[in-house]
C-alpha cells in the first residue's frame, strides 16, 4: 500500500546543512519525494501545524518528563513542576519560537508504509533517546535537561508524521488540494513490481 507522509526539515537542520543527508535518507530505503518548498512560517502558522489540543500537550509534557528521568535530572528544580500539562506548555511555546529562527524545508514522501518508515528512520522525538543509526541520533545529542539548561525547546531537525491520519491532514495543511503528480524512477521497479 503506498502512503504519502509530511517530513519538515526545522531551522537548525537547515543551518547545520543537513538537508542533503536527510533527503539521500528516505531516498536509499526507496520513498520518494512528491513535492518539497521552503517557507519561513509565520508563529500562527506553525501554532496551527500543531494540534495543540490539551492530550498532544500533555504528551509533549510526558516526553519530557520521560527525557529528565533517563538522564537522571530532576524536572521538579528545573521547572518547578512535574505537571505534564504545564511542561507540554513550555514545551508548545518555545517550539514556535524555534520554528521562526529560519526557513523550514516541508517535504511529502510517498512509497509502501512511507509514515511508519519515516519515523523508524527518523527516530524517536528526543535525539539522546534515539535509538543507533536513527537520523536524530547519528546527527543530535540533544535532550530536555540540556535545552531546559539553556531556556529553549529541544532541537529535533526533523517532523515526521506520527499516523496516516496525521499525514493526510498536514499534508492537507502545508499542501491544500495539490495533486501530486507521480513519476518513474529506475528503483521503483526494484519494489513496487
Known amino acids: 500500500m503506498i502512503e504519502k507522509t509530511l517530513i ?21 530505503v526507496g520513498l520518494k ?9 509565520s508563529s500562527d502558522v506553525i501554532k496551527n501545524h500543531y494540534p495543540g489540543t490539551p492530550e498532544w500537550i500533555k504528551e509533549m509534557g510526558e516526553k519530557t518528563l520521560e527525557s529528565f528521568k533517563q538522564s537522571g535530572t530532576s ?11 504545564k511542561l507540554g506548555q513550555f514545551v508548545y511555546e518555545r517550539l514556535i519560537k524555534y520554528w521562526m529562527e529560519c526557513p523550514i524545508i516541508v517535504m511529502v514522501w510517498a512509497g509502501p508504509n512511507a509514515v511508519a518508515v519515516a ?10 533517546l534515539a535509538d543507533a543509526g536513527t537520523l536524530l541520533a547519528q546527527y ?21 508524521s506520527g499516523s496516516t491520519d496525521e499525514a493526510e491532514r498536514e499534508i492537507k495543511y502545508w499542501f491544500g488540494d495539490t495533486k501530486f503528480k507521480d513519476y518513474e524512477r529506475e528503483v521503483d521497479s526494484l519494489y513496487l513490481r
Open 8 to 28: 519538515i526539515l526545522k531551522p537548525d537542520a537547515v543551518k547545520r546543512g543537513l538537508i542533503g543527508k536527510v533527503i539521500e535518507t528516505f531516498e536509499q
Open 33 to 41: 519525494l512528491m513535492a518539497a518548498k521552503m517557507l519561513r512560517p
Open 75 to 85: 524536572v521538579k528544580k528545573t521547572f518547578k513542576t512535574e505537571g505534564p500539562e
Open 119 to 128: 519515523r523508524k528512520l527518523r527516530g524517536r522525538t528526543i535525539p539522546a
Open 140 to 160: 543530535s545529542f540533544d535532550s530536555s535537561p540540556l535545552s531546559a539548561s539553556l531556556d529553549r525547546v529541544v532541537k529535533t531537525f526533523i517532523h515526521a
